[in-house]
Nanobody, 120 residues
């Protein structure tokens, strides 16, 4: 019954922007920490951004200053605003619900993923 559904991915030119959304159900969203991961071809899945239930945030160094994670508890939704996109950002992006503790995110649930392709 737990579902995380991502949307907003697509094809964008370098320097462009996208906003990803993840709508959740079956969880008490307001008490969950949330994260966005990505996985590029041939690479490990990596955490790019996380936001706690108290709205503390953290970002991977590679996206710091370009990406912003936010949440809307009334809509049970977490967002990832991606600006100044680079070809290296091309990946499948996954939403996760879990727990953030001492600099690490511990996922419990995953969305299906949404493809982001940055190319001219």
């Amino acid at each position: 019954q737990v579902q995380l559904v991502e949307s907003g991915g697509g094809l964008v030119q370098p320097g462009g922007s996208l906003r990803l959304s993840c709508v959740t159900s079956g969880i008490i969203f307001s008490i969950r920490d949330m994260g966005w991961y990505r996985q590029a071809p041939g690479k490990e899945r990596e955490l790019v951004a996380a936001i706690t239930s108290g709205r503390r945030t953290n970002y991977a160094d590679s996206v710091k200053g370009r990406f912003t994670i936010s949440r809307d508890n009334a809509q049970n939704t977490v967002y990832l605003q991606m600006n100044s996109l680079k070809p290296e950002d091309t990946a499948v992006y996954y939403c996760s619900a879990g727990r953030y503790n001492i600099g690490s995110f511990y996922p419990n649930y995953w969305g299906q993923g949404t493809q982001v392709t940055v190319s001219s």
